[in-house]
């Protein structure tokens, strides 16, 4: 397999169109792996911890949490978003020190937007591990001619209640693989694959296989698994993308996952504070006091700038999809143990 440490993901929309660049993934010389979407014009947006209780949830057949229990952050620089081989995953800015980032040298509790999840060495089972939602495709970049990319063509792609001609949503998957786990891999002429069964809470349904294109993150000894699949989106923009992280929940415990939405047109945002370095609010973000916390789960790490959740009403134009045939928060769409 290639020993690149860079790789760049584009999707082609239809048969004869352009081909999109849609996110990039870079390895981190064996401290993990980073994903960016810089290839959209949005530069403001909402990064936010929605809060997730899988019993609750599932028993009342919703698939996100209400907006109002989110933490949530504006940030005017374009965020991407870090999954270290420890389990530390976090939001940071893709031009270096734009965004407040890193963890606390004495505690180790993160500055910014960021939780503990699993470690790469037993990373999540159930589910994808990073996705990215893209919508209005057209407003992405164009792939120069010759450039390398790994590339989903329009038979490629999988559809969740919808088809060619009404689809309108673009979902990447990343799936991480244990440190130092070899899965059986075809190849596709220099793209290495795999076939995947999906777990039944990420939308799998029996006899369900997926195809995975695969990277090898090599410093990290971790093969990651890509596929995309597509599903109708009512979005209040023309264009834009979601990037979603690993969570710190479970099946009999609650917690937070990580969600990034640009352009944050989507999100009201009056009373929220900023992730920015320099930022006109005089109680920075990272400086938000700890004691005034506010959390309804059992103590864990969250690793929040504040944890702390701001009233915030319910945005009547909030995205709904037709996944499944469930209305939803846009996500990852992946549920996590």
């Known amino acids: ?8 993901i584009a999707i082609r ?10 996110t990039k993934i870079i390895g981190l010389n064996g401290d993990g792996f980073s994903v960016l979407t810089p290839y959209h014009q949005a530069r403001s947006g909402f990064l936010f911890k929605p809060r997730i209780d899988l019993r609750k949830l599932l028993a009342s057949g ?4 209400p907006f109002e229990e989110s933490v949530g952050f504006t940030a005017d620089s374009r965020a991407k978003l870090t999954y270290h081989v420890d389990g530390f995953a976090q939001f940071s800015s893709e031009d270096p020190g734009k965004i407040i980032s890193g963890r606390d040298p004495k505690t180790g509790e993160p500055k910014g937007l ?10 999540i089972v159930s589910g994808a591990s990073v996705g990215v939602t893209v919508w209005g495709i057209e407003e992405f970049d164009v792939a120069g001619e010759g450039e390398r990319t790994i590339t989903f063509e ?6 969740r209640n919808s088809t060619p001609k009404d689809a309108n949503t673009w979902h990447l ?20 694959v795999m076939q995947y069964q999906p777990h039944p809470i990420a939308g799998g349904v029996p006899g369900s296989v997926l195809r995975l294109k695969v990277i090898r993150l090599q410093a990290e000894r971790v093969y990651l698994g890509l596929y995309v699949e597509r599903f109708i989106g009512a979005w209040p923009v023309k ?9 710190n929940y479970g099946k009999d415990r609650p917690g937070h996952t990580l969600t990034a939405i640009y352009p944050r047109d989507l999100i009201p945002v009056a009373g929220r504070d900023s992730l920015d370095r320099m930022t006109s ?5 990272g400086q938000v006091a700890m004691q005034d916390a506010e959390s309804a789960s059992p103590p864990q790490k969250t690793g929040t700038v504040a944890e702390r959740r701001v009233p915030v009403k319910q945005s009547k134009r909030k995205a709904r999809t037709k996944r499944q045939g469930k209305t939803a928060e846009p996500s990852n769409g992946k549920k996590q143990a």
């Open 1 to 8: 397999m290639s020993s690149d440490r860079k790789w760049t």
């Open 13 to 22: 929309p239809a048969a004869g169109e352009k081909l999109r660049k849609i």
């Open 62 to 65: 919703l698939q996100w949490a």
């Open 114 to 123: 960021g939780l503990f999840t699993h470690p790469l060495s037993t990373p």
């Open 154 to 159: 329009p038979n490629d792609v999988y559809y």
């Open 173 to 192: 998957s990343v799936h991480a693989f244990a440190i130092g786990a070899v899965p059986p891999l075809q190849f596709d002429g220099e793209q290495a």
């Open 239 to 247: 264009s834009g993308w979601t990037l979603n992280g690993p969570g």
């Open 281 to 285: 609010n005089p109680t920075d973000a």
